[in-house]
T-cell receptor
Framework: DSGVTQTPKHLITATGQRVTLRCSPR?????VYWYQQSLDQGLQFLIQ???????AKGNILERFSAQQFPDLHSELNLSSLELGDSALYFC??????????????FGSGTRLTVV | GDSVTQMEGPVTLSEEAFLTINCTYT??????LFWYVQYPGEGLQLLLK?????DKGSNKGFEATYRKETTSFHLEKGSVQVSDSAVYFC?????????FGTGTSLTVIP
């Protein structure tokens, strides 16, 4: 157990729907990162939050949004879902802003299937 | 831009064989380099890292040396085990940004 908790583990939904993925970072970590892992794109960085504030943005679609709450858990909202959004979504956390030589701790992911 | 290229898989080896997974990088600054491993059904786990040129990262019998002159960070293990079967990701980090390779799937057969 890495200490990063993601729920749900699996999600199946229809095109056009909206889903929310949840992540609880490792105890003491202030940053949360969201990644999308698909077969054709590999691991793509979506967005980072640090202590409740958006810190960095990657290849995140406008249909996707995220937030980090005062208790530091984070939610990734995916709307108007398309078949191509089917992927593994990983959350990772780190103690600080992520600068420096440290690695991140990853959760076990949420597998989203859009049908 | 900053990126990582790692060898295509899948790789299939017999137990006790020697493993090399090639990784090269392109970076504008001075990155730290990482290898992550993903076992079936799990998230990525940090395997090893190196933070500057000529550093060698090592863990669980795996090694990789940060080679600035060849911009490489190849992963090696002298004798693989069935339990090493997983997907291996090379990554570089600049600032707070990680750039991952596409992953190399390794299967070790008894």
């Amino acid at each position: 157990d890495s200490g990063v908790t993601q729920t749900p583990k699996h999600l199946i939904t229809a095109t056009g729907q909206r889903v929310t993925l949840r992540c609880s970072p490792r105890s003491g970590d202030l940053s949360v990162y969201w990644y999308q892992q698909s077969l054709d794109q590999g691991l793509q960085f979506l967005i980072q939050y640090y202590n409740g504030e958006e810190r960095a943005k990657g290849n995140i679609l406008e249909r996707f949004s995220a937030q980090q709450f005062p208790d530091l858990h984070s939610e990734l909202n995916l709307s108007s879902l398309e078949l191509g959004d089917s992927a593994l979504y990983f959350c990772a956390s780190s103690p600080s802003t992520g600068e420096g030589v440290g690695g991140y701790t990853f959760g076990s992911g949420t597998r989203l299937t859009v049908v | 831009g900053d990126s990582v290229t790692q060898m295509e898989g899948p790789v299939t080896l017999s137990e006790e064989a020697f493993l090399t997974i090639n990784c090269t990088y392109t970076a504008t600054g001075y990155p730290s380099l990482f290898w992550y491993v993903q076992y079936p059904g799990e998230g990525l786990q940090l395997l090893l890292k190196a933070t500057k040129a000529d550093d060698k990262g090592s863990n669980k019998g795996f090694e990789a040396t940060y080679r600035k002159e060849t911009t490489s960070f190849h992963l090696e293990k002298g004798s693989v085990q069935v339990s090493d079967s997983a997907v291996y990701f090379c990554a570089l980090k600049i600032g707070n940004q990680f750039y991952f390779g596409t992953g190399t799937s390794l299967t070790v057969i008894p």
